[in-house]
């Protein structure tokens, strides 16, 4: 059993590809954010939405879902822009793997590698993941889209969930597999302007390189 699991979390099959993926996010609302302390809440903000435009650039099917929306609020508006057509699944389990709306469109994609990110990490990240692991997804938890009630809550979530056999991950390093190459001129666009947009010293070096670009192109 070690040996199958080191195996499949190695290799270049074990890297994400955008064809291979689905994106989970769960619970990105006002009531969350408002016990949020393991994290910056700007922060974790700013990643949730880098994330879900990284996952709209490279056509990733995306889940939005919330958990009691008329005491802990919409979807937050920034990320609710990035799919401004999608109307977030509206659950009242907690565990959002147990709402048969949200798996059954996982299983439509046909898709095994499930990306999700969620507030609190402790509770309505650590659940789905677990489960769905135990169903035979593999699973990447982006640990700095998502957040706990305290930062013990958020890194024994994390711990758990890796000792189950989740793969943690940042928003940028999703970005930056998903990209792989360069020379995958389709999508450098739109990574430059999530870059630019989120990638705090990141982005302010593209735009600089990208306003080089053009005073050379100009000349």
């Known amino acids: 059993m070690k040996k199958e699991a080191t195996m499949k979390n190695t290799g270049i099959t074990a890297l994400l590809a955008p064809k291979d993926c689905v994106l989970v996010l769960i619970d990105h609302q006002p009531f969350q954010f408002a016990n949020l302390h393991s994290h910056e809440p700007t922060m974790i903000m700013n990643n949730v939405v880098g994330l879900a435009k990284t996952a709209k650039v490279f056509g990733v099917p995306t889940i939005l879902t919330t958990v009691l929306e008329v005491r802990g609020g919409l979807l937050i508006k920034a990320l609710q822009d990035v799919f401004p057509d999608q109307k977030p699944i509206h659950r009242t389990f907690i565990n959002a793997w147990e709402d048969s709306r949200v798996v ?17 990490t402790e509770i309505c990240l ?11 997804y593999e699973v990447y938890i982006v640990t700095d889209a998502s957040g706990g009630i305290t930062l013990e809550a958020h890194e024994m979530a994390v711990r758990r969930m890796v000792q189950a056999g989740a793969e943690p991950m940042t928003w940028i390093a999703v970005l930056g597999e998903l990209q792989r190459d360069w020379a995958r001129e389709s999508t450098v666009q739109g990574v430059a302007e999530i870059f630019v947009q989120h990638g705090g010293d990141t982005g302010v070096a593209f735009a600089w390189e990208m306003q080089l670009l053009a005073k050379k192109k100009a000349a």
Do not use: S
Request: positive net charge; proline residues 4%.
């Open 126 to 136: 650590a659940m789905p993941v677990i489960q769905a692991l135990g169903e035979g």
């Open 104 to 120: 059954d469109i996982v299983k439509k994609t046909g898709r095994m590698k499930v990306i999700m990110a969620a507030l609190w």
